[in-house]
């Protein structure tokens, strides 16, 4: 067991000679589209500890951008993967049958939300799972519209980058992209598109979809539905308001639409909920799941009502899909996050997160809101509370300051700090983490 007192442990100034060595290769080789937070060259982890290539050992609040949710190389999970790979490691789940996939298929349709009959597409990642989530909805309702939300994002292939709405670079120099995509603003009540304040609102954002949207230039009977994540992620962990997703469900049963729900970053425990749609009761019609899944083994699902998921064979499919190994993997994590209380665990921790943020909040003129549900947490940054001007070159300054001093946390949206850590986190690992970011906070805020 590793002594709290020395965690983190920089042994030397990061990037080291060895991790500089590697980062040369990675100049010569690696593609520049890959838009790295810092100079962190990852040697091994475990649990919710990076060791570097020289030496320097880090506490990680990303968790592989939540991922390793039950933590790095979880010994259960590492069991699982060593003694599937010497039975079978692949033989395309698309055109034959194997037990790993269905078991893992029968647990995620008993743990999703919603008490019917479900049915599951497997993927290899959060953008397929989206893109077969938009594809089954399409192929089912025969409608082209869909109703996607700025600041979501969704990923990067093709059809989900049609419906992503996080960054312009992520979109620019690759239209024309799938048609038949409408963005809306997403309840993001610190930032309000239309200058509301909540609850006053009377959910303006919404009424603005049914009554400007659907009335003036998108018809509501060709529009499938609506396709969200429940937080934010990578625009800067938004939560809506209270109502919110009751107010969307309303409106998408009103005109027989679908509520297709993103859950790549936010599901397996990460917000303190299983799936985070949770929080406020609703059952969707299609859940995207990734991330979390298979602690950090390549795996994605689509899981919809069954009834939707009704598209004729050959209509969707992929040969990697559904591998055996990342379905042991996935069927260990699963049984880790109940038998671990990690669920629970996050609930717990992140409450306690916030509330240390928010008393932050009150010293430090940077933060300008603290948000988010269990260990998924962000922290807003401003130069003027007043204005609400985003304070991007600080919230850079204070993630490469933490890295230096061996906490990994990056950031999302405008310029919020993410606070991710693996739902294995103990409390005192917690406190560490803080305080190094209050040091670093505290010196940036000071100019």
Known sequence: MVELKTI?????????????KLLELDDKYISPSYARFYPLVVDSAKDCLLKDVDGNTYLDFNAGISVVNVGHSHPKVVKAIQNQATKLIHYSNTDFYYEESLLLAEKLCNVTPGNFPK????????????????????WHTRRPQIVAFTKGFHGRTMGAL??????????????????????????????????EEYPGCDFQCINYIDEVVFETFLPPEETLGFLFEPIQGEGGIVV???????????????????????????????????????????????????????????????????????????????????????????LATLNILADENLVDNAARLGESCIKRLKEMQEKYELIGDVRGKGLFIGIELVKDRKNKKPAKEEAHEIIFQ?????????????????????????????????????EVLRNVNAG
């Open 162 to 195: 049609s419906l992503t709405g996080s960054k312009v670079v992520q979109r620019r120099w690759f239209f024309p992209l799938v048609p038949g995509v409408t963005h809306v603003p997403f309840g993001y009540c610190y930032r309000c598109a239309f200058k």
């Open 119 to 138: 049915r599951v597409f497997f993927t290899n990642s959060g953008a397929e799972a989206v893109e077969a989530s938009f594809k089954v909805a399409r």
């Open 402 to 438: 933490c890295f230096k001093k061996g906490l990994a946390i990056i950031t999302a949206g405008y310029s919020t700090i993410r606070i991710a850590p693996p739902l294995v986190i103990t409390e005192e690992l917690m406190e560490i983490g803080l305080e190094i970011f209050e």
């Open 8 to 20: 983190p442990d920089i042994k030397v100034t990061p990037p080291g000679p060895n991790a500089k």
């Open 240 to 330: 809506p308001p209270d109502g919110y997703f009751q107010r969307l469900r309303k409106l998408a049963a009103k005109h027989n639409m679908l509520l297709i729900d993103d859950e790549v970053q936010t599901g397996l425990g990460r917000t303190g909920k299983l799936f985070a749609i949770e929080h406020w009761g609703i059952e969707p019609d299609v859940i995207a799941i990734a991330k979390g899944i298979a602690a950090g083994l390549p795996l994605g699902a689509c899981v919809a009502k069954a009834n939707i998921m009704d598209w004729d064979p050959g209509a969707h499919a992929s040969t990697f899909a559904g591998n055996p190994v990342s379905c042991v993997a996935a």
